[in-house]
């Protein structure tokens, strides 16, 4: 169906699962090709205006989760199928795991640190509290979306500086795990890799049968 509204892409979102926010270069999936010609971006109308959907969705809803989270770009993927990329990105490793493997960065590691000790956090306050000064933001770019991408920290809201919610805003973090919570996380250690790599894959031929091999395997792992 045509995606005319806010309702229209949740409930499409439900039936596929996951999808890249924007455009879909890469050529796995985006529910952008199902827009109808009601959809406009950056008109800051929530119900259609794509933009304003992605906190919507953080917002209003406790079964989807948005982030840097396919080729270090925006997505989206429901707790449904959240514990299949849970199992591929992160193996059943733990954050400590990963870090002394030199898998995981040293800058991803302080902001990570300062995540999980600080609870949901805006980016600004983030920034300042892992010790990155304006020089710095080019790291902390890379990192904080190394760490999206290996879901360990995930976008979980937007804060205002206005007591009013108007005017300027800063993209809010916290870990994966209080995201979602616990079950999801036991759900994803039950999950063998190869059953999670064939469901995904199996998914996203479904959604999309042209999709190059190479580029779903980048899709699916990270």
Not at 1 to 18: S, T
Not at 63 to 91: H, N, Q, V
Not at 181 to 198: H, Q, Y
């Amino acid at each position: 169906m045509k995606i005319q509204c806010y309702d229209d892409f949740v409930h499409e979102l439900k039936r596929a699962g996951f999808s890249i926010a924007g455009e879909n270069p890469e050529g796995i999936f985006s529910l952008s090709m199902l827009f109808g010609d009601k959809i406009q971006w950056h008109t800051e109308n929530p119900e259609t205006d794509p933009w304003e959907w992605r906190m919507r969705v953080l917002e209003e809803r406790d079964d989807i989760a948005y982030g840097k989270l396919f080729f270090k770009k925006s997505g989206f993927i429901t707790k449904e199928w959240y514990p299949y990329f849970l199992c591929m990105r992160r193996k059943g490793r733990s954050f400590t795991d990963e870090y002394n493997d030199g898998n995981i960065s040293y800058e991803a590691k302080k902001i990570y640190e300062t995540v999980s000790g600080q609870g949901p956090i805006a980016m600004h306050v983030l920034k300042r509290a892992a010790g990155f000064s304006g020089s710095g933001n080019s790291r902390f770019d890379s990192a904080i979306i190394e760490l999206q991408m290996k879901m360990f920290v995930t976008i979980c809201g937007r804060s205002y500086r206005s007591a009013l919610n108007k005017g300027w805003s800063s993209t809010v973090f916290c870990t994966c795990e209080r995201f979602f919570g616990e079950e999801v996380f036991r759900t994803a250690a039950k999950i063998d890799r190869d059953e999670a790599f064939e469901r995904i894959s199996s998914r996203i031929m479904e959604l999309n049968p042209n999709a190059e091999r190479k580029r779903l395997e980048r899709f699916i792992c990270g």
